[in-house]
């Protein structure tokens, strides 16, 4: 395939999908990757992450070919557009890549790129891993309770885009058929109105709910949690509730059970050899990820509801610059971390590059390095156990040293020389 501005490394190769829907690839030693840097302090954990991979793909006897592409500020400098085609035919031919942050205006201007690139890329799933590191601080008294991995789904939901501006034409005529055609008269307030819509399709959510409930099995996981405002938004969200039971009951036999009860009333016994399925209520879940923390394991959820738990999550491990992500889809994985692109500090060198970092050891899990992303997981923590850490953790702790974002990297990748 040819590309308009970027260079496809001439030495790398090309990981080759064998089979998408079971996610199997075959990965050569020298895989061509490519990566984002993307907006803000992108500039500054996009490096400091492709250090620390490098050194764990050293550390096993691998290389990595980078091979850098655009989205954002610098694409528009590049290409005078925020999510060139070469940019997106990169992830689509390599099939595995990392992303930096990519800045989305409030209220006017574009949409988000990220959600544009998840949805380009059918990336269905976001899954985000949270445990806690050891040293690092946290808001509450047992950070070591959690450990959760969410599920959110990634294509549809009122993320699907789908809305009209307050005083168009358009709005005005979803009024009139939603009032008029579907009967609705005394639901909308008079004057201006902004109207969006919801769809939760069956698709959508089963495939999302197929993959926390092969992710649970595969990795000895005791219970999927599918959480959803089904009490209210009764066909969309309590849809989601029902064709996630439904994939649970007609596709897993008995390794998978589905329960409704609450976990004290069987004692907090987990049934042997089966994988749990049960369901919440979002707001009560934002309880019970603080007051009952370890009953949890896989949550899996609309669109919104992912985007809020899995923020509310990571807080309790340590907050954003700690926090990973990886998008996937059938045989495809965009690894991002989970924050943004943090403008103040931008290029200052200053901020944690561990969520860029974590996200990248969850690529390379993907790829079947877990060899590697074991290395990264151990560097991480022994940098950190050293209390030798960025800004962000060094103004929590007594007795800290402050390292700037490359320094860090630079500590990661030599403790995991030092450990292979
Ligand atoms: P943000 O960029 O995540 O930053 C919020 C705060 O979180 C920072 O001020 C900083 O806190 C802390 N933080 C974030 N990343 C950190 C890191 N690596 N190390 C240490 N601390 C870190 O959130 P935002 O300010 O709401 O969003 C800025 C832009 O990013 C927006 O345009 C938004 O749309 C975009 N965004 C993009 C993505 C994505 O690309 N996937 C995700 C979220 C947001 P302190 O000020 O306390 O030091």
Redesign the pocket.
């Known amino acids: 395939m040819s590309y308009e501005k970027v260079d496809v490394p001439a030495d790398g190769e090309k990981i080759e999908v064998v089979d998408a829907e079971n996610d199997q690839l075959d990965v050569p030693d020298e895989p061509i990757i490519p990566i984002i840097y ?4 992108g500039t500054d ?1 996009g490096p400091a992450a492709q250090k620390v991979l490098e050194a764990a793909a050293a550390a096993t006897g691998r290389d990595i070919h980078w091979m850098r592409v655009y989205a954002g500020e610098t694409a528009r400098e590049m290409y005078d557009e925020n999510l060139p085609q070469d940019t997106l035919q990169a992830f689509r031919e390599f099939a595995v890549g990392i992303k ?7 209220g006017a201007g574009f949409r ?1 790129l ?1 959600v544009a690139l998840r949805k380009r890329l059918d990336l269905y799933c976001n899954v985000r891993p949270t445990y806690h590191i050891e040293g690092v601080p946290s808001p509450v008294k047992r950070p070591d309770q959690m450990d959760m991995v969410t599920f959110r789904e990634n294509t549809e939901d009122v993320y699907a885009g789908i809305e009209w501006e307050a005083g168009t034409d358009e709005v005005e005529e979803v009024r009139d058929f939603v009032e008029g055609e579907m009967g609705f008269d005394e639901t909308i307030h008079e004057g201006e109105v902004g109207i969006g819509v919801k769809p939760i399709t069956e698709f959508g959510t089963k495939r999302l709910v197929r993959k926390a409930i092969d992710y649970a099995l595969e990795n000895d996981r005791d219970s999927v949690t599918l959480v959803h405002k089904g009490n209210i938004m009764k066909f969309t969200e309590g849809a989601f509730r029902d064709w996630g039971y439904e994939v649970a009951e007609e596709e897993y036999g008995s390794e998978v059970i589905t329960e409704d009860t609450l976990w004290e009333e069987r004692d907090g016994e987990q049934p042997e050899n089966a994988v749990v399925v049960n369901d919440r209520i979002a707001d009560n879940m934002l309880q019970q990820i603080l007051t009952r923390t370890e009953n949890y394991d896989i949550l899996a959820m609309p669109n919104l509801n992912g985007d809020y738990l899995s923020d509310a999550c990571g807080a309790q491990i340590g ?3 700690i926090a990973p992500g990886a998008n996937f889809g059938d045989g495809r994985c965009l690894a ?10 931008a290029g200052q060198d200053k ?3 561990t ?2 970092i974590l996200s990248g050891k969850l690529m390379l899990e993907y790829m079947g390095w877990e060899d590697a992303g074991q290395l990264v997981r151990e560097g991480v923590a022994e940098a950190i156990r050293s209390k030798k850490v ?3 953790i060094e103004r929590q702790i007594q007795g800290g040293e402050r390292l700037a974002t490359s320094e860090f990297a630079q500590r990661v990748a030599d403790n995991i020389h030092d450990l292979a």
């Open positions: 993307g907006d803000g302090i954990v930096g942050p990519l800045t989305t205006p409030v988000s990220n907050g954003l610059g991002e971390p989970v924050h943004g692109s943090a403008p103040k500090y901020v944690n590059p969520a860029m960025t800004y962000d």
